[in-house]
C-alpha cells in the first residue's frame, strides 16, 4: 500500500470519526473543535489531490474564517459550565433513522453507478489558470457568477451594518 | 554568476539522491519528511531562545540598560537557564477548566507557526516546499493560531483569559484583512504568489524600489498590521500585564506557558521573513544599478546572510515598535485598522493595478 492511500485513510478516518464526536459531544466549544478538525482533514484531503489553492481557500475560509466565527459567538454567549442535555428518544430514533436512510441511499448510488475514466486532459490548477477562468468573459468563464456573488456580499454586509447599528447616544464617550 | 556557488538544491538532491539508493519512493519521502521535521524543530528551539535573548537586549539598549550578562558571556545562557527552569516548573492543573481543550490550545498556536514555516525559503534551493500558492498558504495557516488563542482564553475558565482571548480574536481577524491587502500588492507586482518566483522576479532590484512610492505604502502597512497579528506590543492588548495580569495565558504555567511564548516569537520571525521575502528580495543580494563592482562583491556574501540579515532588521524594527510606543486601547486599535489602513491598502491595491497595467513600474 503506498502511502499516498494510507494517507487517504487516515484523513478519512479523521474526518469521520471527528464528525461523529462533533455531534456527540454535550460541550458546545468541544464540538466546534471537532469541526475545525474535520475541517481540517478536508483540507489534507485537497492536499493529497495537489490541488493546493482548494486546500487554503478550505484553510483560510472554513478553519481560519468560519470556525474562527463561531468559536467568537460560542465565547459571547456561552459559559463554560453549560453542557447539552440528552435529546429525547423519540428525536434521537428519528434523527439516527433519518441519517442511516440518507447515507444508506448515497452509498448505494455511489457504489451501483458506473464510473468510467475521464477523457478530459487535465489542466494544471495553477493560480494563473484559476484566475484567468473565474474572470473570463469567454466560453466557460465565471465572470458573471462571480460579479453576482460579489453584489450578493456587499448586500449582506450593508444589511448586517444596518441591522448592528445603534442610534448615536449623544451622552456616551465613544 | 557566483549565486550558483550557494546554491543549496545540490545538497539536497545528493541527500535525496543517497536516501534513494537503499530505500523505495515512499520511504525516501517519509524520511524526508521525519528529516526535515526534526530540523525545523531544532530550528524552531534554537530560534526561540535567540530572539527571547536578542528582545531582553533590544530593550535594554531602548531603556539605556546593560540587560542579561551575567550566564555565559555577554548573558549569552541567560535564555537556556530561563528554559531549563520552565521545563522543571510545576504545570498547575485548574479545578472546572476544560482540560481537554486547555491542554490542546498551546499546540494549535505552535503548529500553526510551525506550519507557516514550511513554506519559507531560506536560501536558493533551501525551502521546505515550493507551493504554487505560497503567499496564500502562509495567510491560511497562520490564521489558525488565533483559534488556539481564542480556546486558551475559554478553557481557562478565568475572567482575564476570556477577556484577553476576546480582544486578541477581534485584533487578529480584522488586521489579516490588511495584511493579506498589502501582501496582494507585491503579487499584483510580481504577478505570481509562488515564493521562488517572487524572490527571481527581484533579481534586479527589491519590489520596495522597484514598486515606487505603493510599495513603500503596502511595506509600511504590512510591518503595522502584522505587528498587530502577531499579539506584539504596541497592540499586545490580548496580554496586557497591566490590566489582565498575563491575558489569555494567564492560568498557563511551565511548559505550557513556554509554548505560547515560543509561538509568539517564532510568529515575529515568520513575519519578519515575509516581509523580508516579499519586500525586500529575500536571499537576493543587495544590487545598485550598474555599480559592476560592487554588485560582484555583494554577490559573494550567501544567500542565507542575505536572507537573515534582513530578517532581523525587521526583527528590530518590531521590537523597536514594542519598547517605544504606548499601548493602545481596543477601540484605537480597531479604529487605525477599519478607519486608516484598510481604506489605505485598498486605494493603494487599486493603484497599483493602475500602475501595473500601464506598466509604469521597473
Known amino acids: ?15 469521520l470519526v471527528f464528525s461523529l464526536m462533533s455531534i456527540t459531544t454535550r460541550r458546545i466549544l468541544r464540538a466546534a473543535v471537532y469541526l475545525l478538525f474535520v475541517l481540517m482533514a478536508t483540507a489534507g484531503l485537497y492536499f493529497l489531490l495537489q490541488y493546493q489553492f482548494m486546500a487554503a481557500v478550505q484553510l483560510t475560509l472554513y478553519a481560519g474564517g468560519i470556525v474562527v466565527l463561531i468559536i467568537f459567538s460560542i465565547l459571547l454567549t456561552h459559559h463554560i459550565s453549560h453542557l447539552f442535555k440528552h435529546p429525547d428518544t423519540v428525536k434521537l430514533i428519528m434523527g439516527v433513522s433519518v441519517a442511516v436512510i440518507g447515507s444508506g441511499i448515497t452509498i448505494a448510488t455511489i457504489l451501483t453507478y458506473p464510473f468510467q475514466n475521464s477523457t478530459v486532459t487535465e489542466i494544471p490548477a495553477t493560480m494563473e489558470n484559476i484566475g484567468n477562468q473565474l474572470l473570463g468573459t469567454g466560453k466557460n468563464g465565471y465572470v458573471l457568477p462571480f460579479e453576482l456573488i460579489s453584489i450578493l456580499l456587499l448586500a449582506a454586509m450593508v444589511a448586517a451594518i444596518i ?11 465613544i | 554568476m557566483s549565486s550558483n556557488l550557494y546554491d543549496f538544491s545540490t545538497l539536497t538532491s545528493s541527500i535525496h539522491e543517497w536516501l ?8 525516501v519521502v517519509f524520511t524526508e519528511l521525519v528529516l526535515i521535521g526534526l530540523l525545523f524543530l531544532l530550528f524552531f528551539a534554537l530560534l526561540g531562545l535567540f530572539l527571547v535573548y536578542l528582545e531582553r537586549k533590544v530593550c535594554a539598549i531602548m531603556q539605556n540598560r546593560v540587560g542579561p550578562n551575567r550566564v555565559g558571556k555577554w548573558g549569552l545562557l541567560q535564555t537556556i537557564a530561563d528554559l531549563i527552569k520552565l521545563l522543571i516548573k510545576e504545570l498547575i492543573p485548574i479545578r472546572k477548566s476544560d482540560k ?4 490542546l490550545a498551546p499546540f494549535i498556536v505552535i503548529i500553526a507557526s510551525l506550519m507557516a514555516m514550511a513554506a519559507l525559503p531560506f536560501a536558493k534551493g533551501l525551502q521546505a516546499i515550493d507551493f504554487n500558492i505560497g503567499v496564500f498558504y502562509i495567510m491560511a495557516v497562520s490564521s489558525l493560531g488565533v483559534v488556539g488563542i481564542l480556546l486558551a482564553g475559554w478553557a481557562s475558565n478565568s475572567k482575564y483569559s476570556i477577556i484577553g482571548a476576546m480582544r486578541s480574536g477581534a485584533q487578529i481577524v480584522s488586521y489579516e ?10 503579487v499584483i507586482f510580481s504577478g505570481s504568489m509562488q515564493l521562488s518566483t517572487i524572490i527571481e522576479s527581484q533579481a534586479n532590484g527589491w519590489w520596495i524600489f522597484k514598486g515606487h512610492i505603493p510599495a513603500f505604502i503596502a511595506f509600511v502597512v504590512f510591518l503595522v498590521a502584522s505587528t498587530a497579528e502577531i499579539n506584539r506590543g504596541p497592540f499586545d492588548l490580548a496580554e496586557a500585564e497591566s490590566e489582565l495580569t498575563a491575558g489569555f495565558h494567564t492560568e498557563y504555567s511551565g511548559i505550557k506557558f513556554a509554548f505560547f511564548f515560543l509561538a509568539e516569537y517564532i510568529n515575529m520571525f515568520i513575519v519578519a521573513a515575509l516581509a523580508a521575502t516579499i519586500f525586500l528580495g529575500g536571499w537576493m543580494p543587495f544590487h545598485i544599478g550598474s555599480w559592476e563592482g560592487f554588485n560582484h562583491i555583494m554577490d559573494f556574501v550567501p544567500p542565507i546572510v542575505w536572507f537573515f540579515l534582513k530578517t532581523f532588521f525587521i526583527i528590530y524594527i518590531i521590537m523597536w515598535f514594542k519598547w517605544t510606543f504606548p499601548r493602545l486601547r481596543i477601540d484605537q486599535l480597531l479604529t487605525l485598522e477599519w478607519k486608516y489602513l484598510l481604506p489605505i491598502s485598498l486605494v493603494n491595491i487599486v493603484f497599483i493595478a493602475f500602475l501595473v497595467l500601464m506598466g509604469w513600474h521597473f
Request: charged fraction near 10%.
Open chain 2, 177 to 186: 484583512l490588511s495584511v493579506g491587502l498589502s501582501l496582494m500588492a507585491i
Open chain 1, 1 to 15: 500500500m503506498s502511502f499516498n492511500v494510507i494517507m487517504f485513510y487516515l484523513f478519512s478516518a479523521v474526518i
Open chain 2, 20 to 27: 534513494s539508493g537503499f530505500m523505495s519512493a515512499g520511504w
Open chain 1, 163 to 173: 441591522v448592528a447599528k445603534k442610534e448615536k447616544n449623544k451622552n456616551s464617550e
Open chain 2, 100 to 103: 481537554f481543550l486547555f491542554n
